[in-house]
């Protein structure tokens, strides 16, 4: 059944899928200038394309995870919204402030925009992923508490589920950890300590919480299988993924002056981290073999599928590749960690909003599925993607591990950027690999706009 005010998050997919194609733009900016030092200098020196690069993933990843959840708590509580204007109001709030910030970053001075903004009443700005203003930050706040107010009353007042229960907590895990990017002590062991209270407990904590519960809502539509089997497979994926991905923050604190003791914990923690992954993997595979239903949005199935795989093997081997402390003593800030960083984040968040948009937006438009032409089309955009992300991060791990080598490991080390030299025929097989990666988003919207003969919702 369709609630009317399931559209307000038509919008959200929109500016998600938006921001989505400026972060690429970006990163292939970032690859080149790797290569070409001064490609569009001064215009976009590298920190503020790297800036800009990480800035819209979060912010874009936001808008998929907001538009998700107003159209998921309707179907699931079995109400409307509870305020359908307030959830566009915050739209625009958001995208107005975050095109700002944008611009911000692009057209004034770091430290001049830090003047601007007030950065003095509260110095917040500078830190890596929490670039943003204060007047940027405490916007967030607010669109967050605005989010969590409106979809928790929907959730309170309508039916209840293990799906939105979960989601719930995910978001307002969300909301929480991110005030503690007000939190920036002049001791730079507590600051980075805290930091990771943001950065770690977001990703590997509770932004997991809302990959199960958009995963899980996604195959009970695709496939048919009951509820009850579907909710436990949930319950064990999200309490493994708390346990250790809350203990396993400290594979951050090896190296910043914390106790030697995080060296144990972190390792053995974040060492377990790839488990809910595996069991996500299984538990997609599991639901969509034992489907009762032939659903014929084949596409969103197939994205469903990749998430699963693509999160064990990005967030969960890839990171288990860096994760012990005598390992990362040698590969913590190489390209290691960027070609864990890349697959991670495509493999768990972004794959999973794009699974949620895919099964979402033809329902929003009127239709079950989007016809065959734009499904296959689709499906070139999912392959060239997630092939192409393959690669990006096979080339980083070859960048890294020769880094690691040269720079490290070496008895006669070389510079960093002695070094940097010597990754170039890297640099640029993965520029090519991310020129590829564009081409499958490209294939992606394209998909939405494909006519052809379409099913016609119930």
């Known amino acids: 059944m369709q609630y009317q005010s399931q559209a307000v998050a038509k919008p959200y997919f929109i500016a998600a899928i ?50 998700a959840a107003y159209y998921l708590v309707p179907e699931e509580a079995e109400r409307e919204l509870h305020s359908p204007k307030l959830a566009l109001l915050t739209f625009w709030v958001f995208l107005v402030a975050g095109a700002l910030t944008i611009v911000g970053y692009l057209a004034v001075p770091y430290a001049s925009l830090a003047k601007m903004t007030g950065n003095d009443l509260l110095p917040t700005m500078g830190r890596e992923f929490l670039e943003q203003p204060l007047i940027t930050k405490l916007g967030i706040v607010l669109v967050a508490l605005s989010l969590l107010y409106n979809v928790t009353m929907t959730v309170l007042k309508g039916r209840k589920t293990s799906i939105s229960i979960v989601l719930l907590m995910g978001l307002w895990g969300l909301a929480i950890f991110f005030l503690f990017s007000f939190y920036n002590p002049s001791d730079l062991v507590l600051d980075k300590y805290y930091w990771w209270w943001v950065v770690h407990l977001w990703v590997e904590g509770v932004w997991e919480l809302i990959l199960g519960a958009l995963l899980a809502f996604v195959l009970i539509k695709v496939t048919g299988v009951d509820r009850e089997v579907i909710d436990k497979w949930l319950y064990v994926i999200i309490a493994m993924a708390l346990v250790t991905g809350i203990i396993g923050t400290g594979h951050h604190y090896y190296w910043i002056g914390t106790p030697a003791y995080w060296q144990w914990w972190g390792s053995i923690f974040s060492a377990l981290e790839p488990i809910p992954f595996f069991v996500m993997t299984l538990f997609a595979f599991n639901m969509v073999n034992r489907r009762r239903r032939d659903h014929p949005n084949k596409v969103a199935t197939l994205w469903a599928l990749g998430t699963g795989v693509m999160a064990f093997l990005g967030a969960g081997v890839w990171g288990f ?35 949620m948009i895919s099964y979402a937006m033809p329902l929003l438009r009127g239709r079950v599925a989007n016809s065959n032409k734009a499904q296959v089309l689709e499906m070139w955009g999912f392959w060239l993607m997630t092939v192409a992300m393959v690669f990006i991060t096979l080339f980083l791990t070859g960048a890294g591990i020769l880094q690691v080598w040269l720079q490290r490991v070496s008895e006669t080390p070389l510079s960093f950027m002695a070094t940097q030299d010597q990754l170039a025929l890297f640099y640029w097989a993965r520029e090519i690999a991310g020129l590829f990666f ?6 992606y919207v394209i998909s939405f706009f494909v006519k052809g003969k379409a099913q016609a919702a119930a």
Do not use: C, E, K
């Open 438 to 443: 564009l081409a499958g988003l490209i294939a």
């Open 18 to 67: 938006g921001l989505f194609v400026g972060q690429i733009l970006f990163g292939l900016i970032m690859g080149l200038q790797y290569l070409v030092g001064d490609f569009l200098f001064p215009a976009i020196p590298f920190n503020v394309a790297r800036m800009v690069h990480t800035n819209l993933l979060i912010v874009w990843l936001l808008f998929g995870f907001m538009g």
């Open 321 to 355: 590749l860096h994760t012990l402390a005598p390992i990362n003593f040698y590969t913590h800030g190489s390209q290691i960690t960027a070609a864990h960083g890349h697959m991670a984040f495509y493999g768990a968040y972004v794959m999973v909003v794009l699974t």
